[in-house]
């Protein structure tokens, strides 16, 4: 915008205005502005003054990252533990989990009497994670695991009496289920009935109680569960169940005559299956997640360490490698082949196997990928064309898209429109649709509802993420009745976005030292925001298009101070045309090691753009 009051606002918090006053530095004060590429107001992160300024003294921590961790909650008396992790002094017992010392005894009776043990998982990330963890630790107390992956495409999500029975057949009469379960009651039930003790191991939202006739039930989210261990995924819960079977295979002798398993051996699987499931990075998922990374920096699990050369990994391992290169071509394998192959190359010993397997899925996530644009252009066709890119909800439907990627797609629907959307693969009379939702909408509750009014075959989920089944003559219907039912609470949650800014900065401290010092807050995730930073009265230079649509440029502030950026996914929307128009502007991002330029180089990653006023 060309003047000041046009301007968007811009907020401080109370608590941000006395930490500028505390430190009387630049950084503490946003510049008045435009209104931003993203249609965000940018605003200062609210930090508890006294603990800025207390953790500020420590030689160590400094101004900046003081109000990061300010920012996120640390208190000044658990800065030090806050900044290095580690798991003796955080690690809780397991049988805090309800059912935990239950499941770890008929899972280490099996072991120690010889049973077949059979694990039936999920098929993405975690899922495949949780069960490789199982699997290795089995290989190393030298047990049987008998492990069955579905196919995506054909028998859907979690366990069937099929499949169960199937393990049965191959001898099992312990059945491990991971990233699933809590919700299957009628195979559960049907296999106990059978003679097949389940143990169900499992995350997702519960709202009753466990299955009947499991022998037992790990989940965190179980309405009687206290352990307050909700931020733990699938991989999670599989490391800390390895944890307490090992306990009782240790006070029954099992290791008298070879070493105990190297249970901290498997934390970068649990580290991608947190990250990859996108887990709160608070807590104990954090802890895990921080030492997962220093176990794949060391050469970890021989094959991610090998995906992730091929992936092109540099550097000291980061939550980016797991979720952005790790993470899609592992679930690559469940989402157009067979979570299998992923489960192979995270368990096999064999090298020149892993060499095969690796290669695999790095040519099926460039496959994958290739599906996802084709689908994405013919969904953004499908909305534009049909009149609905001003829905509140956005749904797009099409013949013969593929099932694995239009979860993939609707996120990106999602960032396009900045509303809700749901991407539906129509296969004859049945469409299979996934949906990605904005912060302050339901979508989990509203396909629920609709679920229960008969609108669908099937669905459910959670506020941000939901999957469904529905008879293609019924999506009009449900066009409207989610538009009807969501419109209000799009609307309020549009007008009140917010970018959260943790200070202003300099061109000049976009530097590796600069991104080393912040990453120490870290790993990043959900409840554990990535900082960002904002540089003012910037002039874009040598802007160009780069990659799938990324803008790559030069920052110059006015005393000719340089910052080189790069804005993903930006080329062609608002923020691109921000970037390239010329003006002198504001940007906002993430401040990230160059680990192609090496040495001490650096980009920011801009998020958004505002014209300076």
């Given at each position: 915008?060309?003047?000041?009051?046009?301007?968007?606002?811009?907020?401080?918090?109370?608590?941000?205005?006395?930490?500028?006053?505390?430190?009387?530095?630049?950084?503490?004060?946003?510049?008045?502005?435009?209104?931003?590429?993203?249609?965000?107001?940018?605003?200062?992160?609210?930090?508890?003054?006294?603990?800025?300024?207390?953790?500020?003294?420590?030689?160590?921590?400094?101004?900046?990252?003081?109000?990061?961790?300010?920012?996120?909650?640390?208190?000044?008396?658990?800065?030090?533990?806050?900044?290095?992790?580690?798991?003796?002094?955080?690690?809780?017992?397991?049988?805090?989990?309800?059912?935990?010392?239950?499941?770890?005894?008929?899972?280490?009776?099996?072991?120690?009497?010889?049973?077949?043990?059979?694990?039936?998982?999920?098929?993405?990330?975690?899922?495949?994670?949780?069960?490789?963890?199982?699997?290795?630790?089995?290989?190393?107390v030298r047990a049987p695991l008998d492990v069955y992956l579905p196919d995506r495409m054909t028998e859907g999500y979690g366990p069937s009496i099929a499949a169960f029975r199937t393990l049965k057949e191959r001898g099992a009469r312990v059945i491990v289920t991971v990233d699933c379960g809590a919700s299957a009651h009628e195979p559960v039930e049907q296999a106990a009935a059978e003679g097949v003790d389940v143990v169900v191991i499992d995350h997702h939202l519960m709202d009753g109680p466990p299955p009947r006739g499991a022998t037992a039930t790990i989940n965190p989210?179980?309405?009687?569960?206290?352990?307050?261990?909700?931020?733990?995924?699938?991989?999670?819960?599989?490391?800390?169940?390895?944890?307490?079977?090992?306990?009782?295979?240790?006070?029954?002798?099992?290791?008298?005559?070879?070493?105990?398993?190297?249970?901290?051996?498997?934390?970068?699987?649990?580290?991608?299956?947190?990250v990859c499931d996108v887990m709160?990075?608070?807590g104990l998922a954090r802890i895990l997640t921080a030492q997962g990374l220093k176990v794949l920096g060391m050469g970890g699990n021989p094959g991610l360490a090998a995906l992730g050369a091929r992936a092109g990994m540099k550097g000291p391992p980061s939550t980016y490698d797991l979720g952005f290169l790790l993470g899609p071509r592992i679930n690559a394998a469940g989402r157009i082949g067979h979570a299998r192959l992923a489960f192979e190359l995270l368990t096999t010993r064999d090298q020149e196997r892993r060499a095969f397997l690796v290669e695999k899925l790095h040519v099926m996530n460039a496959?994958?990928?290739?599906?996802?644009?084709?689908?994405?252009?013919?969904?953004?066709?499908?909305?534009?064309?049909?009149?609905?890119?001003?829905?509140?909800?956005?749904?797009?439907?099409?013949?013969?898209?593929?099932?694995?990627?239009?979860?993939?797609?609707?996120?990106?629907?999602?960032?396009?429109?900045?509303?809700?959307?749901?991407?539906?693969?129509?296969?004859?009379?049945?469409?299979?649709?996934?949906?990605?939702?904005?912060?302050?909408?339901?979508?989990?509750?509203?396909i629920g509802?609709?679920?229960?009014?008969?609108?669908?075959?099937?669905?459910?989920?959670?506020?941000?993420?939901?999957?469904?089944?529905?008879?293609?003559?019924?999506?009009?219907?449900?066009?409207?009745?989610?538009n009807q039912r969501l419109a209000q609470d799009v609307e309020h949650a549009r007008a009140d976005r917010m970018l959260d800014l943790d200070a202003v900065i300099a061109p000049d401290a976009v530097t590796k030292r600069f991104a080393d010092m912040i990453a120490r807050a870290g790993p990043f995730g959900p409840k554990n925001p990535e900082p960002v930073f904002a540089l003012a009265h910037m002039r874009a230079e040598y802007v160009k298009t780069v990659g799938q649509n990324h803008v790559a440029l030069t920052l110059v502030g006015d005393s000719g101070e340089k910052a080189r950026a790069i804005a993903f996914r930006a080329a062609g929307e608002a923020l691109g045309a921000a970037l390239a128009g010329g003006g002198r502007l504001h940007v906002a991002g993430k401040v990230r090691a160059d680990s192609w330029r090496g040495g001490d180089a650096a980009q920011l990653h801009i998020v958004d753009a505002a014209p300076a006023v």
């Open positions: 915008m060309g003047s000041s009051e046009s301007a968007l606002p811009i907020e401080m918090s109370s608590a941000a205005a006395h930490a500028a006053d505390i430190f009387d530095g630049p950084f503490m004060t946003l510049p008045p502005m435009g209104a931003p590429a993203s249609g965000r107001r940018w605003r200062l992160r609210a930090a508890d003054a006294r603990a800025t300024a207390a953790m500020a003294q420590h030689e160590t921590i400094g101004p900046l990252l003081a109000r990061v961790l300010a920012a996120r909650g640390v208190r000044h008396d658990d800065a030090d533990a806050y900044l290095h992790p580690t798991l003796r002094s955080a690690l809780p017992d397991p049988y805090t989990l309800a059912d935990m010392e239950r499941g770890a005894r008929r899972i280490a009776d099996a072991i120690l009497a010889g049973e077949q043990v059979g694990l039936f998982g999920d098929y993405d990330v975690d899922g495949t994670s949780a069960a490789a963890i199982l699997k290795l630790y089995f290989d190393a989210n179980r309405t009687d569960d206290g352990s307050g261990l909700t931020d733990l995924s699938a991989a999670g819960l599989a490391f800390m169940t390895a944890i307490a079977v090992n306990r009782l295979l240790r006070e029954a002798g099992r290791f008298a005559n070879h070493p105990e398993p190297d249970l901290f051996g498997l934390l970068d699987l649990a580290a991608l299956g947190l709160p990075m608070t496959e994958r990928q290739a599906i996802e644009a084709q689908v994405q252009e013919a969904a953004i066709r499908a909305v534009n064309e049909g009149g609905h890119d001003g829905d509140d909800i956005i749904i797009a439907a099409g013949e013969g898209w593929h099932p694995g990627v239009v979860g993939i797609v609707a996120g990106r629907l999602k960032d396009i429109y900045d509303r809700p959307s749901i991407v539906i693969g129509v296969d004859g009379d049945t469409g299979k649709g996934s949906g990605r939702s904005i912060a302050g909408v339901d979508l989990g509750a509203a509802a609709a679920k229960n009014d008969g609108l669908l075959i099937a669905g459910g989920g959670h506020a941000m993420a939901a999957g469904l089944t529905i008879a293609p003559d019924k999506i009009d219907t449900l066009r409207q009745r989610l």
